[in-house]
């Protein structure tokens, strides 16, 4: 079956968290969480290019209306994560590096500086894979990890990841410093 063809839902629910795909309108509440987030999303250059360019509001909008189009052509699953008792942002999440052939994904998150340590991307994460699982057929799952970013290895690891390997010198940061990521998956 063709990708764009896949019927999927564009909304998540667990006990404290919706997660949807992005929509126009979106790009303020994004920006303001990563704004009150950049410091520490700019600690993993490497891991989070994005990061590294200066945050707008244009540009979080326009990153909202691409993972729409994007997500309706099947080309990656963007999710933002919201709080259900009071709609605030969390953080955003969902699968990309698609391949459908396998089918296989790689998942990705963060979660705005002020919610953190709440188990919340966890929860997401877990909901992430089972929605890749279960709607998708996906067969594999990974997650990629800066070798010393332990808060996003403690998220795979409570999300039920299993540490495949350590890729050593994986990655180079902007200065060019050397990076080693850590591969974890959830396989089915």
Not at 98 to 108: R, S, Y
Not at 146 to 167: H, P
Request: charged share 25%; proline share 5%; glycine share 10%.
């Amino acid at each position: 079956m063709q990708a764009i063809l896949r019927d999927l839902p564009d909304r998540l629910e667990t006990p404290r968290l919706i997660l949807r795909c992005p929509r126009p309108g979106d790009g303020a509440q994004v920006h303001e969480a990563v704004v009150e987030t950049l410091a520490a999303l700019r600690a993993w250059p490497a891991s989070l290019p994005w990061a590294m360019a200066e945050p707008s509001v244009d540009a979080s909008e326009a990153f909202c209306r691409q993972g729409q189009v994007d997500f309706l052509a099947r080309k990656a699953l963007p999710l933002l994560v919201f709080l259900k008792d009071g709609d605030g942002l969390v953080g955003a999440s969902g699968l990309h590096h698609l391949d459908w052939g396998v089918p296989k994904a790689e998942v990705g998150y963060w979660c705005r500086g002020s919610l953190q340590g709440r188990g919340l991307t966890a929860e997401a994460t877990r909901a992430v894979v089972d929605w890749g699982f279960e709607s998708l057929g996906m067969r594999r799952v990974a997650c990629l990890s800066d070798a010393a970013n332990t808060a996003s290895r403690r998220v795979a690891e409570r999300a039920g990841f299993r540490l495949e390997g350590i890729m050593i010198h994986e990655r180079a940061d902007p200065d060019g410093s050397l990076r080693d990521t850590c591969l974890y998956a959830v396989t089915r």
